[in-house]
Nanobody, 113 residues
Framework: QSHLVESGGGLVQPGGSLRLRCAVS????????VGWFRQAPGKEREGVSC??????TRNYADSVKDRFTITRDKDTVYLRMYSLKPEDTAVYYC????????WGQGTQVTVSS
């Protein structure tokens, strides 16, 4: 019943921008913490950003700090990405911490010339 669906990925040039979206159902979004992770081919999944239940605390990996911004509204979590670099290429996943941990299926971001 509870699930997450990511969207908004695509192919962009270095220096470009994207806005990822995570549509959330089965949760009261303001009562759960949400985060974004990414996984590049052959690499472990890594944390990118998260936002607290209150929305007042946001964390970012050093590699994306000042370039990415996480926000949310009633039913969607966003990751705005600016100044994208080739090393940002990965599948990006949304995660919700609730009574259990839930993951979406991911959306591909490719940064390349």
């Amino acid at each position: 019943q509870s699930h997450l669906v990511e969207s908004g990925g695509g192919l962009v040039q270095p220096g470009g921008s994207l806005r990822l979206r995570c549509a959330v159902s089965g949760f009261t979004l303001d009562s759960v913490a949400v985060g974004w992770f990414r996984q590049a081919p052959g690499k472990e999944r890594e944390g990118v950003s998260c936002i607290s239940r209150s929305g007042l605390t946001r964390n970012y990996a050093d590699s994306v700090k000042d370039r990415f911004t996480i926000t949310r509204d009633k039913d969607t979590v966003y990751l705005r990405m600016y100044s994208l670099k080739p090393e940002d290429t990965a599948v990006y996943y949304c995660k919700v911490w609730s009574s259990a941990e839930y993951w979406g299926q991911g959306t591909q971001v490719t940064v390349s010339s």
